[in-house]
Structures are given as structure tokens and as C-alpha cells.
């Protein structure tokens, strides 16, 4: 039996890694043949304890890179790249001494011949280390870990800089209107993502893209119920063989939220959503990078309040001003929010810090999300049953927001256009629109919770044996295998 090793290289951020982690089990789970080993790449700041410390399988490993350290006055988009840059010679390092390792010890001492290296699992934005995988002469696959529409969209404005020359940056802040290929409907320009309108990350984003297409398949954490459309338009023959294997999630928590499951906290989250009525909690989380201004945070708990519904709220306090480092829990919320809130609502809501998101999705009594439309929190959403508010922040969630809201009709509006990046100070969203959004999502629209109950159907068939993702997987460890050399 010819064993195989797989070079996994995760960027270490939650909406990243948690996916990729998950990816692997899945893998190796599949098949006795596979073993994999994790390379992180970090940023000072990364705290990727709480994705990889309850790995169940001796096939999984763990390899720390040193974090890179660099000069903090440089801005995010140069700080990024020269991250990625600094660690493909780590990275080559360390897979020449595992390959070494291997060739001196042929077997091991039960007389099992070690793995074969088949190939490099790359993170979407980890493009640069298909070099490296190439100069050891293997092939390289990515993991696009967000859905099949905003990866098509990634080709569409490719094709529309390089071969149609045209200036994307026209459309920031105009009416436009774009037919990308891989969503059914006319995409407005506050529905892209800000980094297609900055002049550097832009390039980032088109050297990203152009690299996709040297490898020997996209790996995306969707399914082919969710997204058909996109997945049709990706089926053209002009880029690399998708596989949607998704959806890829931890819904087993294990501490991943960064609350373990005995602590007191995570016990006083559930105890208190045990004694809610069904579906009657509206539950906001913004991601591990979520976070607002002062001013925006008291529009919401003026919003929660007047709505009447009652609510749990994940809170967390900006990073300080220029500091490239993740929001943290306020030691006393009162900082942020109005005199005599939380008296207030001291009945009918709880203001926590970092919640145990698939916890509370999963809970029963959890009606409603207020999300900023990360891919992962999406795919839980639709897991779990629960309508989404779209208030997409940042990335592709704007896109992911709009795929929601307009093409699958599982969600309600926020604010669809709402972004924020180191350009602009982004407009306070006042409370009337956000008790709006609240008040629609917890009306129990039959239509929107009919498609909602049957795409999470699909979403937990979809991975089960004989399901489309499972065969893909199929598909996908065939291709692997055929691939080797």
C-alpha cells in the first residue's frame, strides 16, 4: 500500500485555519493511506492553540514556523506579503528535513514504508509556496476557504484587468452593476470586497489569482446544493478542477471558541440559553476580527433595546489605533454602552465577550444571527437552521452578504454595503436601520425558514456517504493519488 504524505500550509487566522484543520481530518479520516503535516504560517499576534490541540489522529502533525517578526510601521497589505515571502524558505527547510528523515529511516520499525510526499494543500492566499512545492516536483492544490461565488469572482476581475484592460478601480463607490459569471444576479460595485480598489492589494489579489490557475485543482469549502450556479460557471474548462467538499466546520466546539466546554462562562452562555423560548434569541457575533467604535456599539444596544427582543451579544473592544492585532473582551462592558443598559435589559439579554459561536447557533432557543458574513460563520448559519442579518465588515464578506440576502434569499439586509478598512472611517449605521434588520430577522418568515430548514438538509447529507461532497472527496483523493510520481 503506497502511503502518502500531504504538505498542509494554513494561514494561521480563525477564518483560515479552522477550516483547513477540518479539511485534514476529513481527509484522513477517507483514507488509511493519507497522513498530513501542518505547517501554520503566523502572524505575531496568531494564537492557533485553540484550533490544534485536540487533533484525534497520530496521522495529523503540527510543525511551528517562527513568527515572523517585522517592522510594525509597515501597513497591512506590505506586512502581508513580506510575511509570505520570509517564510518559503522556512517552509522548504522544514520539508527537506521531514523528506530526509523519511529516506534515512525507509521504514519504520514495524517495517511500514513512511509516506510518499503527494503534494501541497495551500491556503488561498499562500499562493507563493506552489514554487516551492514545484522545486521539490510535486503538485500543489489550493484551499479556497471561502464559497464557489466569491472565487469566481476572483477570476471575473482578472479577466477583466488582464484581458479586457480595464481600470478596476472605476468602480469604488459608483452605481455600476457587474455580471460575474458565477452569481446569478447583477453584482453591485459596494458588493465587492474594498482590496479590489487599493492599488497594491489589488496586484496581491491578481498574482493570487493568476497563481490558482498553475495548480491541479481548487479545493472549496462549499457544496454543490448550495451554489450550483458558481459551480457551473467554474466547470469551463479555463481554470484548475474545483471540488466543493464542503461544508468543511468544527461543530464539535472542543474549545475552539476560545471557551472550553467545563469553564464557567461557557456554562453561564448555556444555562441562561436554556431557559429562553424557542427561537426567540437574537445572537450577534462578528467574527474573530469583529469590532466596533464606541459610538457604533451604542447604536446597537439602542437598536437591541427598543427591538424588544431578547438578545445575546459578543462584544469586543477594538485593537488600539494602528496596532496590527485582534479585537479582545472589555474587562467591563460598560465602557462601551449606554448608562443603565445592561439594568435595562437585564431580563431579556446578556452582553458576553468571545463567544462559543457554534454552540449558540446550535442552541434552540437562537432565532436569529446578526453576522458579519464570514464564509464559516455562513456555512454554520445554514448548518443550524438559523436566518442571518447581513452586516458584512470586511474581505469577501460583503459578497458573501449580497449571496446571501439576494441570491439564496436566506438572510436580511443590515447594511450590505457597510465596509471597513484603513482607508476610511466606514458611516454609523444608526439604530433604527439595525432595529429594522432585528425586527425582520426575527419574523418568522415562512419562505425564508422553509429554504433555510432545506439547505441545511442538504448541508449535513451533502457529507455523508453517497452525498455530493462525500463523492467529491472521492474525486478529489483519486485525483491526489493519480498525480503522484
Not at 469583529?290 to 473592544?317: C, P, T
Not at 446578526?370 to 456555512?379: A, K, Y
Not at 442571518?388 to 469577501?396: C, H, K, L, N, V
Request: glycine share 6%; with cysteine.
Amino acid at each position: 500500500m503506497t502511503k502518502v504524505e500531504l504538505i498542509f500550509i494554513p494561514l494561521a487566522a480563525a477564518g483560515h485555519i479552522v477550516s483547513a484543520v477540518e479539511l485534514a481530518k476529513l481527509l484522513i479520516d477517507r483514507d488509511e493511506r493519507l497522513s498530513i503535516t501542518v505547517i501554520p504560517i503566523k502572524f505575531p499576534f496568531s494564537n492557533i492553540s485553540n484550533y490544534t490541540h485536540s487533533i484525534p489522529s497520530s496521522r495529523i502533525r503540527f510543525i511551528d514556523l517562527p513568527i515572523n517578526e517585522l517592522d510594525p510601521s509597515l501597513d497591512f497589505n506590505e506586512y502581508f506579503a513580506t510575511m509570505i515571502k520570509n517564510s518559503k524558505h522556512i517552509v522548504k527547510e522544514t520539508v527537506s528535513k521531514l523528506i530526509s528523515q523519511s529516506s534515512e529511516s525507509s521504514h519504520d520499525h514495524q517495517g511500514e514504508a513512511f509516506p510518499k510526499l503527494g503534494g501541497f494543500v495551500l491556503d488561498m492566499v499562500c499562493t507563493a509556496m506552489i514554487d516551492v512545492a514545484n522545486e521539490f516536483g510535486v503538485p500543489s492544490y489550493i484551499f479556497f476557504a471561502s464559497g464557489a461565488a466569491a472565487l469566481g469572482l476572483f477570476f471575473y476581475m482578472q479577466d477583466l484587468h488582464d484581458e479586457q484592460g480595464i481600470d478596476i478601480a472605476q468602480f469604488e463607490n459608483s452605481d455600476a452593476e457587474l455580471a460575474v459569471p458565477s452569481l446569478v444576479n447583477p453584482v453591485p460595485a459596494s458588493a465587492l470586497p474594498s482590496s479590489f480598489f487599493q492599488k497594491d492589494m489589488l496586484q496581491v489579489l491578481l498574482t493570487l489569482t493568476r497563481k490558482f490557475r498553475e495548480t491541479k485543482g481548487i479545493i472549496v469549502n462549499t457544496f454543490s446544493e448550495l451554489e450550483p450556479y458558481a459551480l457551473k460557471s467554474l466547470a469551463d474548462g479555463r481554470i484548475p478542477p474545483v471540488f466543493p467538499v464542503g461544508p468543511i466546520l468544527n461543530l464539535k466546539g472542543n474549545g475552539q471558541d476560545g471557551l472550553n466546554n467545563n469553564s464557567s462562562k461557557f456554562k453561564e452562555i448555556m444555562q441562561w440559553l436554556d431557559d429562553q423560548p424557542p427561537s426567540s434569541v437574537v445572537f450577534l457575533c462578528f467574527g474573530s476580527m469583529g469590532s466596533f467604535d464606541v459610538e457604533q456599539v451604542k447604536e446597537i444596544a439602542s437598536a437591541l433595546e427598543n427591538s424588544g427582543h431578547r438578545f445575546l451579544w459578543s462584544l469586543r473592544k477594538p485593537p488600539p489605533k494602528g496596532k496590527m492585532e485582534s479585537p479582545t473582551d472589555y474587562s467591563d462592558p460598560r465602557d462601551a454602552l449606554p448608562d443603565g443598559f445592561l439594568d435595562r435589559t437585564a431580563d431579556v439579554g446578556r452582553v458576553i465577550g468571545w463567544a462559543p459561536q457554534v454552540d449558540v447557533l446550535a442552541h434552540p432557543s437562537v432565532g436569529g444571527f446578526v453576522s458579519h458574513c464570514g464564509w464559516n460563520s455562513t456555512l454554520e448559519s445554514i448548518r443550524c437552521g438559523v436566518p442571518i442579518a447581513a452586516w458584512p465588515i470586511y474581505a469577501e464578506q460583503q459578497l458573501n452578504a449580497f449571496h446571501l440576502v439576494v441570491e439564496l434569499g436566506l438572510g436580511v439586509e443590515i447594511k450590505l454595503g457597510y465596509r471597513k478598512d484603513e482607508r476610511h472611517k466606514p458611516p454609523i449605521v444608526n439604530a433604527s436601520d439595525i432595529e429594522r434588520g432585528i425586527r425582520s430577522l426575527m419574523d418568522r418568515n415562512d419562505q425564508r425558514i422553509k429554504l433555510l430548514d432545506e439547505m441545511s438538509k442538504y448541508s449535513k447529507e451533502a457529507l455523508e456517504d453517497g452525498g455530493s461532497s462525500y463523492n467529491t472527496m472521492g474525486c478529489l483523493i483519486q485525483k491526489i493519488m493519480d498525480n503522484i510520481r
